[in-house]
């Protein structure tokens, strides 16, 4: 059964970059060309898509509103990808989750979730 | 962007009753690439409807969808102490994929 798992800091100082990291288990985040994603929810609030990433291909995209501010790449090797959000502020609080499509290609529709990890972004 | 406005904001109901909870797009959402989520507190969202009608493994048949363009319904025939929670619709037809506001139901 696949899990996933996120990982990073809880705690970030505004200006400086969150880095989390996914990890695939109980398969290879290679065997299909899943359309892998960062999604968030600021407390108390609603679910916003961050960024996508194919397992295979590489190729990535993001909400424009992030702007140049987000980084997303996969490591096959590890079966883990990955997220970089620079220049925090504190509206980047929030609950940080991975999650993968119900089917190949798909950009939404995700039916394995981490459980999420809170980031603060917090002086 | 194609912005998701979920209603109504409260739905207030009691174990048996059926719901409708509504979805309707800014713009028509190309192929009908409209998912249906319950999350409850504490918790990672469930995925329920994927491509506007298609019930997620596992997800009982009181819930169902339907719509297509730019307006969607999620539908759960009778109420059950479980259902209670928060549910969203996701369109990702067209990237940014767009999350409504949310519905929560409650007792």
């Known amino acids: 059964q696949l899990q996933l798992e996120e990982s990073g800091p809880g705690l970030v100082r505004p200006s400086e970059t969150l880095s989390l990291t996914c990890t695939v288990s109980?398969?290879?985040?290679?065997?299909?060309?899943?359309?892998w994603a960062w999604i968030r929810q600021p407390p108390g609030k609603g679910l916003e898509w961050i960024g996508s990433v194919y397992s295979i291909s590489g190729s990535t995209s993001h909400h424009p509103s992030l702007k140049s501010r987000v980084t997303i790449s996969v490591d096959t090797s590890k079966n883990q990808f990955s997220l970089k959000l620079h220049s925090l502020t504190a509206a980047d609080t929030a609950i940080y989750y991975c999650?993968?499509?119900?089917?190949?290609?798909?950009?939404?529709?995700?039916?394995?979730w981490g459980l999420g990890t809170m980031v603060t972004v917090s002086s | 962007e194609i912005v998701l406005t979920q209603s109504p904001g409260t739905l207030s109901l009691s174990p048996g009753e059926g719901a409708t909870l509504s979805c309707r797009a800014s713009?028509?959402?190309?192929?009908?690439?409209l998912a249906w989520f319950q999350q409850k507190l504490g918790q990672a969202p469930r995925l329920l409807i994927y491509a506007a009608s298609n019930r997620a493994t596992g997800v009982p048949d009181r819930f169902s969808g339907s719509g297509s363009g730019a307006v969607f319904t999620l539908t759960i025939s009778r109420v059950e102490p479980e259902d209670f929670a928060v549910f969203y619709c996701?369109?990702?037809?067209?990237?940014?994929?767009?999350f409504g506001q949310g519905t929560k139901l409650e007792i």
């Open positions: 996701q369109q990702y037809g067209r990237s940014p994929y767009t």
């Open positions: 109980g398969g290879s985040i290679s065997n299909n060309n899943y359309y």
């Open positions: 999650a993968r499509p119900v089917l190949e290609w798909l950009g939404g529709a995700f039916d394995i």
């Open positions: 713009e028509s959402v190309p192929g009908s690439y």
